[in-house]
């Protein structure tokens, strides 16, 4: 008899931080993480991480909507997440809108997903970047989340670490933004990638005057530089008026929305995030036809080791040789205890431990759960 899902945990975690991580639309003052555990009825399992950065109450509403309706949706379901993805998106679909939450209960079916993709790659006995059918161990990250304070010090200690590539914020005002990237350009090589994070600062006009101050200083990209439900023509025009290359995807939900921007022809760079929509089933197609139109795919992620890790062989699998997976710079024991990266030239080297390769020691953790 073909294995069914039989249980599905959901582990809030909340770690404190004595700095609290800021950008240009709000700071996190601790570091939230909801890990889900999916067990089947013959014992296999997986994990997967639902985005829950904000708001602050996100990773307990998000919990309680796992418990409330995914579990019973999902009792004695199949284990295949090519089946499992899209009947959620369907039976969810009405209550989604009903309730005004999209966006939670797309995290929630992503990150089932991934636990799900952990479970067969497990089962199979392999890496899931091998499972997915990746043939190349090493992949090229970036030091995220860098600024507004202490830049140059924070490039030191990731590049110490063995990060070849970096991501300023900005977004905090002209004259930071210019003196904060300069500073980093100026305490790496011309050769070195800098990558710019907006987080939807600015309206269209302002984000070409603002474009137009960082480029000097050759930026990889410039991420979400205007929100990402700007008309098409919006960014169409920035695109045009842009020496740097535009970068978006985090804040992108559903195919339709995916293959506009695709192939709108307006971005460089398309970013999505497999714990806030479409986990790896949805992803790979991003990923598939953002090859097909030359547009690079380098995941987002911005979370715990879980999702990093998942994360790390999506991109195994689906990206190119231009494509960066995002490592957050920031203090996080949710990610620095879960998955320890090993570091080469710039790039991570994932290894043969089946599935994600990270097993969550919920008794280590045990002082960062809280109840909901």
């Known amino acids: 008899m073909e294995p069914v899902i039989e ?152 590049r110490s670490e063995g990060f070849a590539a970096f991501k300023l914020k900005v977004g905090f005002g002209r004259e930071r933004d210019v003196a904060n990237l300069r500073a980093m350009r100026e305490a790496l090589d011309d050769a070195t990638p800098i990558m710019t994070d907006a987080n939807q600062a600015w309206t269209p006009d302002e984000a070409v005057q603002r474009i137009a101050e960082l480029a000097p200083l050759r930026p990889h990209w410039i991420e979400e530089p205007i929100p990402a439900d700007e008309r098409p023509e919006m960014w169409r025009r920035l695109s045009a008026q842009s020496d740097i290359p535009l970068a978006a995807g985090e804040n992108i939900r559903g195919h339709q929305s995916f293959d506009d921007a695709i192939e709108g022809g307006w971005l460089g760079f398309v970013q999505p995030d497999i714990g806030k929509w479409g986990g790896i089933t949805r992803c790979r197609d991003v990923a598939t036809h953002a090859r097909e139109r030359n547009v690079v795919c380098c995941p987002h992620w911005l979370g715990g080791g879980v999702g990093l890790a998942a994360s790390l062989h999506f991109i195994a699998a689906y990206g190119t040789v231009a494509s960066y997976a995002e490592v957050d710079a920031n203090p996080n024991p949710l990610r620095e205890e879960v998955c320890q990266m090993r570091l080469e030239d710039g790039c991570a080297l994932l290894d043969d431990t089946p599935g994600i390769g990270v097993e969550p020691d919920l008794r280590r953790l045990q002082r960062f759960i809280v109840g909901y």
Not at 71 to 91: K, S, Y
């Open 7 to 158: 249980a599905i945990e959901g582990h809030v975690l909340r770690a404190p931080i004595d700095v609290p991580v800021a950008n240009a639309f709000g700071a996190m003052t601790n570091r939230p993480a909801l890990f889900l555990r999916v067990i089947a009825s013959d014992g296999a399992w997986g994990w997967g991480e639902v985005f829950c950065n904000f708001p602050q109450v996100g990773a307990e509403h998000r919990a309680r909507l796992v418990r409330s309706i995914f579990v019973p949706l999902l009792r004695n379901a199949t284990c295949d997440p090519e089946v499992i993805t899209p009947m959620l998106e369907q039976r969810t679909r009405r209550l989604a809108l009903q309730c005004g939450e999209p966006g939670p209960f797309a995290q929630i079916a992503a990150a089932i997903d991934q636990a799900l993709w952990d479970m067969a790659a497990r089962r199979a006995g392999v890496a899931l970047w091998r499972h997915l059918g990746g043939e190349n161990e090493r992949v090229a990250v970036y030091a995220s989340g860098i600024g507004p304070d202490d830049v140059v010090a924070t490039v030191s200690k990731k």
